[in-house]
């Protein structure tokens, strides 16, 4: 059955009248239970109150800290660890045939880069399902080699060239110096990344790449803010780390799972942190109207 939209009944897809405090669940005058002089929720019996659809709220009741807390266990969840093990077996096997076949450069570079291109595309995957307040972690997709979203990918490398490509090239234009000018952009993009980074999934499009587009939103939750970019750099260190050519271990099939494991988590990781920064404070964002039909949320 397919997820219903927040803003229509969960039955009949009419405009909704009433909400679940429980669950979530929204429901039409038609579909809404009633218990006496009470409105009870059909899904999970829960207290209902009723809708102002002109006012604008969040997507979800959860506040930022929520995400950040739960965060570390969200890909370890009895309902995420299936599809979670199936990114990992995904990559791992990208990354032992990008070894197995390290003596072809052509080939160990494309396993190596397929490897990485998913593990980007599934960090923004969270991202945006996140953002939507979906909370089911993504299964592994059913594309083949050949039908990679290079479109989603292309997204994250823009982003980087935007706030990254400045300050590298301060960088090389005073003699490869670190000086005052090079720390004040990097300062910047290091900055604005991540909000662009959100922006871009929740956008859908390279909308997100615009500041115009994010700064309000910055500035708006400016303590949230700085703790998600926070969290976003220290796990996106230890993503980096993952991939150097260094070992791990000593052993290479050993390392070859770490890795795996290891990036896998850091994308849903990070991405859920990410994306929940907009889930909580959509209202206040205002990058999703309340009303749009698409922005869903599980109910069932």
């Known amino acids: 059955m397919d997820e219903p939209t927040i803003y229509n009944c969960v039955y009949d897809?009419?405009?909704?009248?009433?909400e679940c405090t429980g669950c979530g669940a929204c429901f039409c005058e038609t579909c809404v239970l009633r218990a006496g002089p009470d409105l009870v929720c059909p899904e999970c019996g829960g207290k209902v109150e009723q809708i102002d659809l002109n006012k604008p709220r969040n997507l979800s009741k959860q506040n930022f800290w929520y995400y950040m807390a739960t965060a570390l266990t969200y890909p370890l969840a009895s309902q995420n660890r299936r599809n979670v093990l199936k990114n990992v077996a995904f990559v791992f096997a990208f990354l032992f045939l990008a070894h197995v076949l390290r003596w072809h450069k052509g080939l160990w570079l494309f396993f190596l880069l397929f490897a990485i291109c998913y593990v980007i595309f599934l960090f923004l995957t969270v991202t945006q399902q996140t953002a939507m307040a979906r909370n089911e972690a993504?299964?592994?997709?059913?594309?083949g080699v050949t039908d990679v979203p290079f479109v989603e990918i292309l997204k994250l490398?823009?982003?980087?060239?935007?706030?990254?490509?400045?300050?590298?090239?301060?960088?090389?234009?005073?003699?490869?110096q670190t000086t005052l000018l090079f720390w004040g952009v990097a300062s910047v993009g290091a900055l604005c990344m991540p909000m662009s980074l959100l922006a871009t999934?929740?956008?859908?499009?390279?909308?997100?790449?615009?500041?115009?587009?994010?700064l309000g939103a910055i500035f708006r939750v400016p303590?949230?803010?700085?703790?998600?970019?926070?969290?976003?750099?220290?796990?996106?260190?230890?993503?980096?780390m993952l991939l150097g050519p260094g070992a791990l271990t000593?052993?290479?099939?050993?390392?070859?799972?770490?890795?795996?494991?290891?990036?896998?988590?850091?994308?849903?990781?990070?991405?859920?942190?990410?994306?929940?920064?907009?889930?909580?404070?959509?209202?206040?964002?205002?990058?999703?109207?309340?009303?749009?039909?698409?922005?869903?949320?599980?109910?069932?």
């Open 13 to 18: 897809g009419k405009t909704p009248s009433h």
């Open 138 to 143: 993504p299964n592994m997709p059913d594309w």
């Open 157 to 176: 490398f823009v982003v980087l060239a935007a706030w990254v490509g400045p300050a590298v090239g301060v960088y090389f234009l005073e003699g490869r």
């Open 201 to 214: 999934a929740a956008f859908e499009s390279f909308r997100g790449v615009n500041p115009l587009g994010f």
């Open 223 to 240: 303590i949230q803010y700085v703790a998600c970019c926070a969290f976003v750099y220290v796990f996106g260190l230890l993503g980096y």
């Open 250 to 300: 000593g052993h290479w099939l050993l390392d070859v799972v770490l890795r795996s494991i290891g990036l896998i988590y850091m994308a849903f990781v990070i991405g859920r942190v990410l994306g929940g920064l907009h889930a909580s404070n959509s209202a206040r964002f205002g990058w999703v109207p309340p009303l749009v039909p698409g922005a869903r949320r599980i109910t069932r």
